[in-house]
């Protein structure tokens, strides 16, 4: 199955500072990539669609200028925490969809990051 | 409104016993896909199944099982014959077209499943 590589899978940083997360899809192009953000013992919720070469979608209550989303190749989304405080730690996991995959594709995930701002 | 609903937040089995995980769904589109992800202690999601809204056939892999009934908006899966490496969060989700037109997977809340040796 197609593969999607999340890095770093876990980042401790300090208040304040920006932290950068990386989504590769290792053997396909992914025209459209997912962030999901998943609090202890929560479900997955849907932060951004990111598509390549555009601006990415944001859903209800998430911050665009806090999460920054940059999708510049077919291969690699990007999230960046800016600012980072305590509330912001969490566990952020990426999705990758290809069209060759059909309509609906099963969204591969990364391995998620766990980030904690300390 | 919640699109996918999993009643039962954590679930504790003896190894060897069966456990059945319930996925109640809604939607409005006629085609649409729904999905189970096993999510162990290390986070990532390990994909489990797809099945498209016009396949209505119980699918059996190994000792997972599935029951899709559409009349009921319910996905449920089952697990026989549990093992200790079954203890994982399970979530059921579901596929729909957002305003964009891009696809979007709407999560339930996840089943803890913890297995007892």
């Known amino acids: 199955g197609a593969v999607v590589s999340q890095h770093p899978s876990r980042v401790i940083c300090k208040s304040g500072t920006s932290v950068k997360i990386e989504c590769r899809s290792l053997?396909?192009?992914?025209?459209?990539m997912f962030w999901y953000r998943q609090f202890p013992k929560q479900s997955l919720m849907l932060m951004a669609t990111?598509?390549?070469?555009?601006?990415?979608?944001?859903e209800q209550g998430v911050e665009k200028d806090k999460f920054l989303i940059n999708h510049a190749s077919l291969t690699l989304s990007t999230l960046t925490v800016t600012s980072a405080h305590p509330e912001d730690s969490s566990f952020y996991i990426c999705?990758?969809?290809?069209?060759?995959?059909?309509?609906?594709?099963?969204?591969?995930f990364g391995q998620g990051t766990r980030l904690t701002v300390v | 409104a919640q699109k996918v609903t999993q009643a039962q937040t954590e679930i504790s089995v003896v190894e060897k016993e069966d456990v059945t995980l319930d996925c109640v769904y809604e939607?409005?589109?006629?085609?649409?896909?729904l999905f189970w992800y096993k999510q162990p202690p290390s986070g990532e999601l390990v994909f489990l199944i797809r099945r498209n809204s016009f396949d209505e056939q119980n699918e059996i892999s190994g000792r997972y099982s599935w029951n899709f009934q559409k009349s009921t908006s319910s996905f449920n899966f089952t697990i026989t014959a549990s093992q200790v490496v079954d203890s994982a969060v399970y979530f059921c989700a579901l596929s729909e077209a957002g305003l964009d037109g891009n696809n979007r997977l709407a999560f339930g809340k996840g089943n803890q499943v913890v297995v007892i040796p």
């Open positions: 999705s990758a969809e290809s069209p060759g995959f059909g309509a609906r594709s099963e969204a591969f």
């Open positions: 053997d396909f192009q992914a025209t459209t």
């Open positions: 990111s598509n390549e070469g555009s601006k990415a979608t944001y």
């Open positions: 939607t409005r589109d006629t085609t649409y896909y």
